[in-house]
């Protein structure tokens, strides 16, 4: 038997690390337990509404437990607009709408540096409208 203590693991790769310190500091959450709940409750949102092949890629793209949290959930018959996703994240949560938009967008700035550019311009194509100010963006609309 050996005098050696293993050593500690971590309970997150690196990278999701990374993610939740990115949350964080965007969110200004005061511990990393609070931008966790935020990860957690606003990917699984996600993982309701997005479908297809962005679905996969973005997965592809995550850490894997932030990955584990999009994929865990079965996408809705009914995707909701960007609105009524805030709606419904704070209604699984109590929280003001206010605090609860703040959440979805502090993780989805989180969600865009790992997704990049073009795939997130392909998700917001996906979605119903509303999803793109959520991500930082100006709403792209469809031409007449």
């Keep these: 038997m050996s005098d050696h203590s293993a050593p500690l693991q971590q309970p997150y790769g690196r990278a999701y690390e990374h993610m939740l310190e990115k949350v964080r500091y965007d969110g200004a959450y005061p511990t990393r337990e609070k931008a966790e709940e935020a990860v957690r409750l606003v990917l699984a949102g996600l993982g309701r509404q997005l479908t297809g092949d962005e679905r996969v890629e973005l997965a592809g793209r995550l850490p894997l437990e932030a990955a584990r949290i999009l994929?865990?959930?079965?996408?809705?018959?009914?995707?909701?607009?960007?609105?009524?996703f805030v709606k419904d994240l704070s209604a699984r949560t109590g929280a003001a709408l206010a605090t609860t938009r703040w959440d979805t967008g502090s993780v989805f700035s989180a969600v865009s540096a790992y997704a990049g550019r073009d795939l997130v311009t392909r998700i917001l194509r996906r979605l119903p409208s509303g999803y793109a100010l959520l991500f930082g963006r100006a709403e792209l609309t469809q031409a007449a």
């Design 71 to 84: 994929t865990a959930q079965i996408p809705d018959i009914r995707p909701l607009t960007g609105w009524a």
